[in-house]
């Protein structure tokens, strides 16, 4: 008979091995779980880096196939066909005619800074026009004769005008590097050209990455791996034989394991126009290597905690109670002070009168690291923003997050001036960049900057007028701006104005555009229209466009609002083109898009895809703008100008430009503000003033334009002043496009009626 005490040994035995073996299967099940965990978030990140490198990829094909379409129809060298004398002739001569025809080539690495090595323009019968490399013009006596044997010439010639030829990878002569090339031809007066550029395929490499992820790019015929993340790119020397069985495969898409790899493919297959048959591949060491690959610290600190649990157990309601309180006064993600909490210490510094200030911090473009990247990676940048300010604010200060891209910070006893220097030192570390996973970020920040006792002595206060000067900083484009009672009117109207535009510009019915008529004075015919945007809102109606557009210049809301205004801008010019009635259309720029590097390349996509030729697009721009940065200006600006697109200075006389930048500039048009030209008949000095620039203009070789025309006086002045172009009410105010048919149709049949001079 078993004995009590045997019982209980017994029980508490199996009580231990229950015990155990439930413990044992908890680790078991952590290990498996945070295998397949680990193998899930690693295939997702390939494949989000892979769509990245795709998107790259193609965005080089599409852009590249633009601008050569684009360079095609460049005046450049349609004037060099023009010119009198033979081929040879014009060669051996140089000059300005062949310095037009080197620039144009030399303005493509200025395009594509770091891809395009070389560039040349190529005759039929093979000899090479012109050329250059790495931005050098080639002497004659260098100019090969023979083209016709190298391997784009021949297939260029066969696909015919307006088709875009892209090579295979090879080794260029000129540049020794590993390259492909884009070749179209190009048609003028008897002639038949090619205008051929090379880009290198190191330019295709990532960056070097952590966590030995690596990007690829692997040649689907042969699996020879022409550019890799880790190595300098080759085509001669690469032996790397890692992608051999994706290549035998023969898959289009999707993720496999090579060699110990992980890696995420995408084919992008050879077409007419395209002889390269590429894979981008994407691969980093697996992650699901095995039982091993799961048990970590963790899976032990998983086995400690369990034998713990029951000791920690009497904890546990105080550390809920805690966590609790906690999270009614700290941010979840950043684990930093919320808004009330912030507003709580504020409440205390300021008590019996003290000095303090207050900071408000905005992300720029937080939206779109989150639309592109994921929300994910827009928590990651938030906990690193949190920490950068966490580290470079003073003792003593409190930084918060009090908005989903804003942060607070309470500088207790600061004046305004060492606030500012603070307020300086935060958006200095924001400004390096930031590592997310593989993925570099840089960020843009402005501040607004509030101090008490000045703007505010309660908490509220003094976090509203921050918010204000952050408002200030957004549409004055500047890092730090104080609180300035005379420009805080309607901030949260501006702020609410702002998010309902963002909207408005993936709308279908609220952005359009209306075009008023430019007519030549001395015909009186319709030369062109100016394209200018009206908004009409939900519930507000009608907003004048001084309204909210110098709100979104002050944000990069202005970049996706300029790219809309093009798109429907170029589709309605292409629209009246295909009618038979092509009109040149003007479209105004902000500063930020001269500014931007690939502004240009973004205009020849457009053209490009919808057919429209460049010399019906007229794109107009200001002194101010300009002048903000002319050296970056002037590249984007002798980029578009060079491939045929027509450049109006807007508002001429109200800028501060120097005559000497002036003549630099690749400007077709000069503008004369509305101010002077209204005020002509009364002021004898806004009549000199319209007189002097008609004068200079013509000095320069451009065309005059008079804005703000509004009655047959004004008509007569202005032709007496010999200007050659007016615009204004006196013969239309902008109109939709079905409106401008209409009037465009009886303004014509009014002009035919008139009698010709004898």
């Known amino acids: 008979m078993i004995s009590r005490s045997a019982i209980a040994r017994l029980a508490r035995s199996a009580g231990f091995l229950i015990g155990l073996l439930v413990l044992v299967t908890s680790v078991v099940t952590s290990v498996l779980a945070a295998r397949d965990k680990q193998a899930t978030a690693q295939d997702h990140t390939l494949d989000l880096t892979l769509e990245q490198q795709t998107a790259a990829v193609r965005n080089y094909f599409d852009q590249s196939r633009a601008i050569a379409q684009v360079l095609a129809d460049s005046p450049v060298f349609i004037d060099f066909y023009k010119a009198p ?90 540049t020794g590097r590993a390259v492909i090339s884009n070749s179209i031809l190009l048609t003028a007066y008897g002639h038949t050209g090619i205008v051929h550029f090379e880009t290198s395929l190191d330019s295709f ?115 809920h109670a805690l966590s609790v309180r906690r999270a009614a006064s700290h941010d979840a993600l950043t684990g930093l002070p919320n808004r009330e909490k912030f507003n709580e210490r504020t409440r205390t510094a300021l008590r019996g009168g003290r000095p303090a200030a207050a900071l408000i911090i905005n992300l720029q473009g937080f939206r779109t690291v989150n639309d592109v990247l994921g929300h994910r990676h827009g928590d990651l940048l938030l906990i690193q923003v949190a920490q950068r300010l966490t580290e470079a604010a003073p003792s003593g200060a409190t930084v918060a997050r009090i908005g989903a891209d804003d942060f607070a910070v309470l500088l207790p006893g ?99 555009l209306h075009y008023q008529p430019k007519v030549c004075l001395a015909s009186g015919r319709v030369t062109g229209v100016e394209a200018l945007i009206r908004w009409q809102h939900p519930t507000l109606g009608r907003m004048a466009p001084d309204r909210f557009i110098p709100m979104a210049e002050s944000t990069s809301l202005i970049r996706p609002l300029t790219t809309h205004v093009l798109d429907i801008a170029v589709r309605q010019a292409k629209l009246w083109a295909d009618r038979g009635t092509p009109l040149p259309i003007a479209v105004n720029l902000s500063t930020r898009c001269l ?30 703008a300009a002048m903000a940065d002319p050296d970056r200006a002037l590249t984007v600006l002798r980029a578009l100008h060079d491939a045929g697109i027509s450049l109006s200075l807007d508002d001429f006389g109200t800028g501060h430009s120097s005559m000497a930048y002036l003549q630099r500039l690749p400007v077709d048009e000069l503008k004369i503000d509305k101010s002077f030209v209204q005020a002509m008949a009364s002021s004898r000095a806004d009549e000199v003033l319209v007189r002097t620039a008609i004068t200079l203009g013509h000095n320069l070789g451009l065309q005059v334009v008079a804005e703000g025309v509004e009655d047959e006086t004004a008509v007569v002045a202005l032709q007496e002043l010999g200007c050659d172009i007016a615009q204004g009410y006196h013969y239309a105010r902008p109109m939709p496009p079905d409106e401008f048919d209409r009037w465009l149709i009886t303004y014509s049949e009014s002009l035919a009626a008139l009698p010709t001079a004898s």
């Open 85 to 174: 004398g033979t081929n040879k002739e014009k060669i051996a001569a140089g000059g300005p005619l062949l310095e037009r025809v080197n620039d144009a080539l030399a303005y493509l690495e200025q395009l594509y800074p770091g891809r395009v090595g070389e560039a040349c323009f190529v005759d039929q019968d093979g000899t090479q026009i012109a050329r250059v490399v790495d931005g050098y013009s080639s002497a004659a006596k260098d100019l090969r004769q023979n083209e016709e044997m190298a391997s784009y010439f021949g297939p260029t010639m066969a696909l015919g005008p307006a088709r875009v030829y892209q090579t295979r990878a090879y080794q260029s002569p000129d």
């Open 205 to 319: 490499r990532m960056p070097a990455t952590t966590g030995d992820r690596a990007a690829s790019i692997v040649d689907a015929e042969s699996g020879q791996v022409f550019v890799d993340s880790r190595v300098e790119t080759t085509i001669t020397e690469n032996v790397d034989q890692t992608f051999v069985p994706l290549v035998r495969a023969g898959k289009l898409k999707g993720t496999m394991t090579l060699d110990g790899r992980r890696v995420a493919f995408q084919r992008m297959p050879a077409t007419l126009n395209n002889a390269n048959d590429w894979y981008v591949a994407v691969s980093a060491p697996s992650a699901d290597g095995g039982w091993t690959q799961g048990l970590s610290v963790w899976s032990l600190a998983l086995l400690l905690g369990a034998l713990l649990t029951i000791l920690v157990s009497g904890l546990s309601w105080r550390s």
């Open 414 to 512: 600061d004046d305004l001036a060492s606030a500012r220097v603070t307020a300086d030192r935060l958006l200095a570390a924001l400004h390096h960049t930031f590592l997310i996973d593989d993925f570099h970020l840089d960020v843009e920040a402005n501040a607004g900057l509030a101090a008490a006792p000045e703007h505010g002595t309660d908490a509220e206060t003094l976090l509203r007028h921050a918010d204000a000067a952050l408002h200030l900083a957004r549409e004055q484009a500047a890092t730090v701006q104080e609180y300035d009672a005379a420009h805080d009117t309607g901030a949260d109207t501006r702020l609410e104005l702002l998010g309902d535009l963002r909207r408005a510009i993936g709308a279908d019915d609220q952005l359009s």
């Open 595 to 624: 500014l931007d590097p690939g502004f240009a390349g973004q205009v020849f996509g457009l053209l490009y895809r919808t057919g429209l030729p460049a010399a019906l697009l007229k794109l107009e721009i200001t002194e101010s």
